[in-house]
T-cell receptor, first 113, second 113 residues
């Protein structure tokens, strides 16, 4: 158990509304990630963070923003949700140092109607 | 561009039979390689990893994988499959010192009794 929680676990929202997903970790790991999972695509990186207020884009960052004001929390915001953003969103952490693997949270299922 | 290919979308094996899931990657430098497993409705669990050294690595749940640089492959194997192994399996390549993971599209394993 990597001590990662995601909230909410399920959300249904309407097109055009803003949505914020939260990832919380309990072990003060430096690196945090947001992925989306879609059938036939595996997981694709949206954004990641390598420290408080330090973030970078992944391969599918358009329409998403992130913030990390505390080590333990990494927020993903859909500025104006679209149906193409219906997906399962996973948060992950990487302890850093000589540890290169990532550990994943339980996921958030988001439906945009 | 870096990529990971899992050629088999679905595989069905009989319980007790051996299993091999294929993974090929495209990456110029020495890769960090991972296999993850995902049960329905769950997050991803790390099965095993390869960074350097012995090219045959052992993981959890009786799985092993072999890194073959000449074939750019990292195939996952298990000598005897159990019904509880039914899940989706993802191969991933770590780039930029593990800061980013690129995932394959996944292989869904079905186990028949």
């Amino acid at each position: 158990d990597a001590g990662i929680t995601q909230s909410p676990r399920h959300k249904v929202t309407e097109t055009g509304t803003p949505v914020t997903l939260r990832c919380h970790q309990t072990e003060n790991h430096r690196y945090m990630y947001w992925y989306r999972q879609d059938p036939g695509h595996g997981l694709r990186l949206i954004h990641y963070s390598y420290g408080v207020k330090d973030t970078d884009k992944g391969e599918v960052s358009d329409g998403y923003s992130v913030s990390r004001s505390k080590t333990e929390d990494f927020l993903l915001t859909l500025e104006s949700a679209t149906s193409s953003q219906t997906s399962v969103y996973f948060c992950a952490i990487r302890p850093g140092g000589n540890t290169y693997e990532q550990y994943f949270g339980p996921g958030t299922r988001l439906t945009v109607t | 561009a870096q990529s990971v290919t899992q050629p088999d979308i679905h595989i069905t094996v009989s319980e007790g039979a051996s299993l091999e899931l294929r993974c090929n990657y495209s990456y110029g430098a020495t890769p960090y390689l991972f296999w993850y497993v995902q049960s329905p409705g769950q997050g991803l669990q790390l099965l095993l990893k390869y960074f350097s050294g012995d090219t045959l690595v052992q993981g959890i749940k009786g799985f092993e994988a072999e890194f073959k640089r000449s074939q750019s492959s990292f195939n996952l194997r298990k000598p005897s499959v159990h019904w509880s192994d039914a899940a989706e399996y993802f191969c991933a390549v770590g780039m930029e010192y593990g800061n980013k993971l690129v995932f394959g599209a996944g292989t869904i394993l079905r186990v028949k009794s």
